[in-house]
């Protein structure tokens, strides 16, 4: 089947995993309680290497909200954990686009409740943010990339470095603030905000496929980015 006439693929799952798992991609040893999805033929990837990382997590108990964000999200997971007392897995809530969350609680403002859940949750985030380590890697991707849109280096530090989210910039790379770390980081964002690469996914791509897609126009963002850097004009 040519990848154009590709329908919708059911939903995407995201397991939380109860016992030791093993990125199959990137071998990455997770931990229990990791967050994994299983791909065909490539077995059970972290988050970063199924390109689900850059999704928000939504918990399940406000219907409006969780209607509304995955209605504006071009790409989601629904979230599933084992429940040993019923032998079986109970959905936790949604992975979304940020955009598409904040989107949903805009609808939803006058619910006192969502206000308070967003204050929350702007509090969990700058909790798990170390700020020298974020300001440093921010400023590696100036370096890098000196004609990057002011303040977005800002944004994809903190994308990049939030503690525990198994992100390149918390990667033995990116603690040793590795060029090919920074560059990976860089990739990662404009794929998934300056192309299609997330309704690509969305509509059942494969990753190879999607990536492969979207390509040139990631390459021609980072070379406009990267123009102006010294080792660019020898």
């Not at 609680?105 to 006192?112: G, H, K, M, R, S």
């Not at 949750?121 to 890098?144: G, H, N, Q, S, Y």
Request: include cysteine; proline fraction near 1%; charge should be positive.
């Amino acid at each position: 089947m040519s990848v154009s006439a590709k329908q919708q693929k059911e939903e995407i799952k995201v397991f939380i995993s109860h016992r030791e798992s093993v990125c199959d991609e990137c071998h990455e040893e997770l931990g229990k309680k990791a967050w994994i999805t299983l791909v065909r033929d490539k077995g059970a990837l972290c988050l970063a290497c199924a390109d689900l990382d850059h999704l928000v997590f939504l918990p399940s108990g406000g219907a409006a909200l969780t209607r509304r964000a995955k209605k504006h999200s071009v790409l989601s997971a629904v979230v599933l954990k084992w429940s040993r007392a019923r032998k079986r897995y109970e959905r936790q809530g949604l992975l979304v686009e940020e955009r598409a969350l904040e989107l949903a609680e805009n609808e939803c403002l006058a619910d006192a409740d969502v206000r308070a859940r967003r204050r929350e949750r702007e509090a969990e985030r700058r909790a798990e943010l170390d700020e020298t380590f974020v300001d440093r890697f921010a400023a590696k991707i100036r370096e890098a990339f000196p004609r990057i849109v002011a303040g977005r280096e800002q944004k994809i530090a903190e994308h990049a470095c939030l503690k525990y989210s198994g992100r390149i910039g918390r990667s033995a790379l990116g603690k040793k603030m590795d060029d090919l770390a920074v560059r990976l980081a860089v990739i990662a964002h404009i794929r998934h905000n300056e192309t299609n690469y997330d309704e690509l996914l969305g509509r059942g791509w494969e990753r190879s496929e999607a990536r492969a897609a979207v390509g040139d126009a990631v390459d021609e963002i980072l070379i406009y980015w990267e123009a102006g850097r010294p080792d660019q004009n020898l």
